[in-house]
């Protein structure tokens, strides 16, 4: 009998799934200008503090910010390592498209080609 393994996700899954929340983004898009505490962060928006820092769990848990505390304050800070991973993985991505876009049109043309 073989047992099955749980392989853990890759760390992109994580911080696609987070990023895949717009309050999310728009935090990584706040942070991009400066580190902000939890109350400079969650301000803008219409829900519970609770809820909020639900949010920042998450973003923290795949590694996308990181935090600190001081006295009473938890500073955030974006963490910029894994937005790199992301852009590298969308960056491969674009480029097998391409290849394969360029590809399709090449074939497309020797259609017409031979269609003359």
């Not at 590298?88 to 049109?105: G, H, N, P, T, V």
């Amino acid at each position: 009998m073989t047992s099955l393994q749980t392989e853990s996700p890759p760390p992109i899954d994580g911080i696609f799934r987070a990023l895949a929340d717009p309050t999310r983004r728009r935090v990584v898009e706040r942070l991009n200008r400066s580190p902000a505490s939890v109350s400079e962060l969650a301000q803008p928006y219409e829900m519970a503090l609770p809820s909020f820092i639900e949010h920042l769990r998450v973003l923290e848990g795949c590694g996308l910010v990181r935090s600190e505390k001081a006295g009473r304050v938890r500073t955030y800070r974006l963490a910029p390592e894994p937005l790199k991973l992301a852009e590298s993985w969308l960056a491969e991505q674009r480029e097998l498209w391409e290849r394969r876009l360029d590809q399709f049109d090449d074939y497309v043309l020797k259609l017409k080609e031979t269609d003359r």
